[in-house]
């Protein structure tokens, strides 16, 4: 019998009830007197836990080695070795232990400083981010907003727009926000029960090339009598619909065309138009030339391709945005950017961007579906939507611009109140449909969906009005009519369809 402790030869053998190992009774109570527990099974004990063995004959100590010879002496010096060494061994461990528990610590404390100082950034965001929204809108900001304004997280390569550009912008803001909210649409307005009557009333057949086929934009001019398309085939067409045929196919784009856009003015015969492609450029073209429009400037502003473009209302300026996490300001007249502005938080970049009706919000959707509200006076995020899990593929503002609609590869269709900062409304799709484009009326009654087929909502409370497949292939363009009496869907399939009464 050896004691568990010592490992030799108890004069006094006790027995632990805890653990039910041998023990010296003296060691064992200095260890009880010293840590008060078992120490192999750590359970606590006292003395009266230990039963005293009787033995007989009483044992006696053991005799020391003999160390008149050579291979004892060495036998001893091994037994000591392995023993120090045992012993180095079992510290080095615990030592281990420590430092990795120490550093633990230290990670789980820096995280929560992390997280803590996160969430008051957060937080001192969102107040300034509904006192900036709420004045945009007209209603009153909260009195616990904070006045100063919170540096965000961003590069700005120009850090200003020129003066002239903001009282432009300030202008035509004040102008359109005075009218625009209370406005009702008039009593001939196209009804939901017309809407739901609507049919296939003529379509354009193979517009762009066969070989690379496909619509990939839309857009129509102030006076609906022009359709701007861009194509996966990397050409640029304008069809007159009067005419009946394409009166200008331009060329220039070395990969696909990606947006397409009318600068929007009231009484001309050729409105500008605007391109962007995956090639990294954006096209301003010129009505005139032998084919009828020429490049007027040919901007390279992206190092990445650009995937989205928005007129601003006032029809001076536009802006471009890009898969390099940049969102670029440009005056049509003279195609130069006033700004430039990198989002150092999104490293994804941009699928989808759209001004405000107003012109002094710009809403942007990234890759990784977040919806950013930038301010573009100030070229700061004035809100932040992040309940989508895909990429943002289409947005659009309500006429009134009170809603944003979004729409993602996570087959949902969401509707943002920017009054309240909040999601109103979730729209699920099929587990298959794809959404490509979101179109609200000119009074913001309906919502055309646009993808696998394109569908109308409406707006109020989401209910399916009609549904239109006559699409061989995804749709990529939807556009309103003024009255809302017809839709023009253009897709994949190289056709553009009305439908209507």
Same mark, same amino acid.
């Given at each position: 019998?050896?004691?568990?402790?010592?490992?030799?030869?108890?004069?006094?053998?006790?027995?632990?009830?805890?653990?039910?190992? &041998?023990?010296?009774?003296? &060691?064992?109570?200095?260890?009880?007197?010293?840590?008060?527990?078992?120490?192999?099974?750590?359970?606590?004990?006292?003395?009266?836990?230990?039963?005293? /063995?009787?033995?007989?004959?009483?044992?006696?100590?053991?005799?020391?080695?003999?160390?008149?010879?050579?291979?004892?002496?060495?036998?001893?010096?091994?037994?000591?070795?392995?023993?120090?060494?045992?012993?180095?061994?079992?510290?080095?461990?615990?030592?281990?232990?420590?430092?990795?528990?120490?550093?633990?610590?230290?990670?789980?404390?820096?995280?929560?400083?992390?997280?803590?100082?996160?969430?008051?950034?957060?937080?001192?965001?969102?107040? %300034?981010?509904?006192?900036?929204?709420?004045?945009?809108?007209?209603?009153?900001?909260?009195?616990?907003?904070?006045?100063?304004?919170? %540096?965000?997280?961003?590069?700005?390569?120009?850090?200003?727009?020129?003066?002239?550009?903001?009282?432009?912008?300030?202008?035509?803001?004040?102008?359109?926000?005075?009218?625009?909210?209370?406005?009702?649409?008039?009593?001939?307005?196209?009804?939901?029960?017309?809407?739901?009557?609507?049919?296939?009333?003529?379509?354009?057949?193979?517009?762009?090339?066969?070989?690379?086929?496909?619509?990939?934009?839309?857009? /129509?001019?102030?006076?609906?009598?022009?359709?701007?398309?861009?194509?996966?085939?990397?050409?640029?067409?304008?069809?007159?619909?009067?005419?009946?045929?394409?009166?200008?196919?331009?060329?220039?784009?070395?990969?696909?065309?990606?947006?397409?856009?009318?600068?929007?003015?009231?009484?001309?015969?050729?409105?500008?138009?605007?391109?962007?492609?995956?090639?990294?450029?954006?096209?301003?073209?010129?009505?005139?030339?032998?084919?009828?429009?020429?490049? =007027?400037?040919?901007?390279?502003?992206?190092?990445?391709?650009?995937?989205?473009?928005?007129?601003?209302?006032?029809?001076?300026?536009?802006?471009?945005?890009?898969?390099?996490?940049?969102?670029?300001?440009?005056?049509?007249?003279?195609?130069?950017?006033?700004?430039?502005?990198?989002?150092?938080?999104?490293?994804?970049?941009?699928?989808?961007?759209?001004?405000?009706?107003? =012109?002094?919000?710009?809403?942007?959707?990234?890759?990784?579906?977040?919806?950013?509200?930038?301010?573009?006076?100030?070229?700061?995020?004035?809100?932040?939507?992040?309940?989508?899990?895909?990429?943002?593929?289409?947005?659009?503002?309500?006429?009134?611009?009170?809603?944003?609609?979004?729409?993602?590869?996570?087959?949902?269709?969401?509707?943002?109140?920017?009054?309240?900062?909040?999601?109103?409304?979730?729209?699920?799709?099929?587990?298959?449909?794809?959404?490509?484009?979101?179109?609200?009326?000119?009074?913001?009654?309906?919502?055309?969906?646009?993808?696998?087929?394109?569908?109308?909502?409406?707006?109020?409370?989401?209910?399916?009005?009609?549904?239109?497949?006559?699409?061989?292939?995804?749709?990529?363009? &939807?556009?309103?009519?003024?009255?809302?009496?017809? &839709?023009?869907?253009?897709?994949?399939?190289?056709?553009?369809?009305?439908?209507?009464?």
């Amino acid at each position: 019998m050896f004691c568990a402790i010592s490992g030799e030869a108890p004069e006094h053998p006790v027995v632990s009830i805890k653990s039910g190992q &041998l023990f010296e009774r003296r &060691l064992i109570e200095k260890y009880i007197t010293d840590h008060g527990k078992d120490p192999i099974n750590g359970e606590e004990m006292t003395a009266d836990d230990l039963i005293e /063995v009787k033995i007989n004959p009483q044992s006696v100590k053991p005799r020391p080695p003999k160390l008149s010879s050579v291979p004892s002496i060495l036998s001893s010096l091994q037994n000591e070795w392995d023993s120090v060494m045992l012993e180095s061994f079992t510290l080095k461990q615990q030592y281990q232990q420590v430092r990795q528990e120490l550093s633990h610590a230290l990670y789980q404390n820096d995280a929560a400083t992390r997280v803590i100082a996160r969430l008051k950034k957060e937080r001192d965001s969102a107040r %300034e981010a509904l006192a900036n929204v709420q004045a945009h809108l007209g209603t009153a900001a909260p009195t616990s907003a904070p006045a100063a304004a919170q %540096e965000e997280s961003m590069e700005v390569d120009q850090p200003a727009l020129p003066e002239q550009v903001i009282a432009k912008l300030t202008e035509t803001s004040n102008a359109l926000s005075q009218g625009r909210r209370k406005r009702k649409p008039p009593t001939e307005y196209t009804s939901a029960e017309s809407i739901q009557g609507f049919t296939e009333k003529s379509t354009i057949p193979s517009m762009h090339t066969s070989r690379t086929p496909g619509i990939t934009a839309v857009d /129509v001019d102030a006076s609906g009598k022009l359709i701007l398309t861009g194509g996966a085939d990397k050409h640029v067409q304008i069809y007159d619909k009067e005419e009946g045929k394409v009166v200008a196919n331009l060329t220039g784009h070395t990969k696909k065309v990606t947006a397409v856009k009318f600068r929007g003015q009231q009484g001309v015969e050729h409105d500008m138009a605007i391109s962007a492609g995956a090639d990294k450029h954006v096209r301003v073209w010129v009505p005139g030339g032998n084919k009828g429009y020429h490049v =007027g400037h040919n901007i390279n502003a992206h190092a990445a391709d650009v995937t989205s473009l928005s007129v601003h209302p006032s029809n001076d300026y536009f802006v471009s945005a890009g898969l390099d996490s940049k969102w670029a300001f440009y005056d049509f007249d003279s195609g130069k950017p006033l700004m430039e502005t990198v989002d150092q938080e999104n490293q994804s970049g941009y699928s989808a961007i759209q001004f405000h009706p107003d =012109g002094m919000l710009l809403g942007a959707g990234t890759v990784d579906g977040v919806v950013r509200i930038w301010d573009v006076k100030s070229q700061s995020v004035a809100a932040n939507f992040a309940d989508h899990a895909g990429q943002i593929q289409a947005l659009a503002f309500s006429e009134n611009g009170y809603i944003l609609a979004t729409a993602s590869t996570d087959n949902l269709v969401k509707l943002w109140d920017l009054r309240k900062l909040s999601n109103t409304k979730t729209f699920t799709l099929d587990d298959d449909y794809k959404v490509h484009s979101l179109a609200f009326d000119s009074y913001g009654q309906y919502l055309a969906v646009g993808g696998s087929d394109v569908r109308v909502l409406k707006a109020k409370d989401g209910s399916a009005l009609a549904t239109y497949a006559d699409n061989s292939a995804e749709i990529t363009g &939807l556009k309103w009519s003024p009255m809302a009496d017809s &839709l023009l869907a253009a897709g994949m399939d190289r056709t553009v369809r009305f439908y209507g009464q």
